[in-house]
């Protein structure tokens, strides 16, 4: 089985030689954006996933515009993430964004102009949970880009019981991102359903997802960094 950063490099690479990456380039060390996102965006808000939800969590990474644009048009409940988790996490809501400010209301600039901090004693809860990926398997297993902050955002908002354990997770990706095999780790958040520009899979995976944050694999100097893990860990 090849590692998880040769998965990523020769996604990366096939992406740029073949044109499927879309700006910001290069891809590299990026969740790409790629050809078709919006195709596969429109494909998961068909879906009984994201038509049955009410609040919706999608991470900022640049492929997932899209599906941040359909939470909102679709008239529900927006829950992004701040740029490095600086501000924590914001919720935006439809009814108070004009619908020709919501591209630039889901931007990562604009969540924090358009959108409300999330306190620790909030009562949302999620019903879909979005994540952008580098690569998925057909049986659930993902990969992001190695910074892990895909997993430290999920393990924080399980925390604050704002996901859980049964909230699907959903990705969307460019077919050449299904790859066949990816070791996965205690910490790796899995996959429920994968949106392509021409399909959407159900996984029916069977890897278990993070309960929360896992403090044995965070540091003092990741601590320091983010505001809201020191609240959550009470230093």
């Not at 991470?59 to 409940?77: F, M, N, T, W, Y």
């Not at 297993?141 to 354990?165: H, N, P, Q």
């Not at 049964?166 to 910490?187: K, L, R």
């Not at 790796?188 to 996984?203: C, G, H, N």
């Amino acid at each position: 089985m090849s590692t998880k950063e040769e998965i990523r490099m020769n996604i990366w690479r096939y992406m740029e030689k073949n044109e499927i990456a879309l700006p910001p380039r290069p891809c590299y060390y990026k969740v790409p954006n790629f050809v078709g996102s919006r195709y596969a965006a429109a494909r998961l808000s068909r879906s009984s996933y994201f038509r049955n939800a009410e609040v919706i969590y999608v991470a900022q990474d640049p492929p997932l515009i899209h599906v941040r644009e359909e939470v909102l048009r679709s008239g529900k409940l927006l829950i992004t993430s701040s740029y490095r988790l600086r501000r924590g996490f914001f919720l935006l809501d439809p009814d108070k964004i004009h619908p020709r400010a919501i591209r630039v209301a889901v931007s990562l600039r604009g969540v924090s102009r358009y959108g409300e901090t999330i306190s620790m004693s909030t009562n949302h809860k999620v019903d879909l949970y979005v994540i952008g990926s580098v690569a998925v398997a057909l049986n659930g297993a993902r990969l992001g880009r190695g910074k892990g902050f895909s997993d430290l955002e999920y393990g924080i908002l399980r925390e604050m019981k704002i996901v859980k354990k049964d909230t699907p997770v959903a990705t969307i990706v460019h077919e050449c991102q299904i790859v066949e095999n990816i070791p996965m780790e205690i910490h790796d958040v899995p996959v429920d359903i994968i949106a392509t520009p021409s399909r959407l899979i159900r996984t029916n995976t069977k890897f278990k997802k993070p309960p929360g944050i896992i403090w044995d694999l965070v540091t003092v100097d990741v601590v320091n960094e983010f505001p809201i893990l020191k609240q959550l860990s009470g230093f």
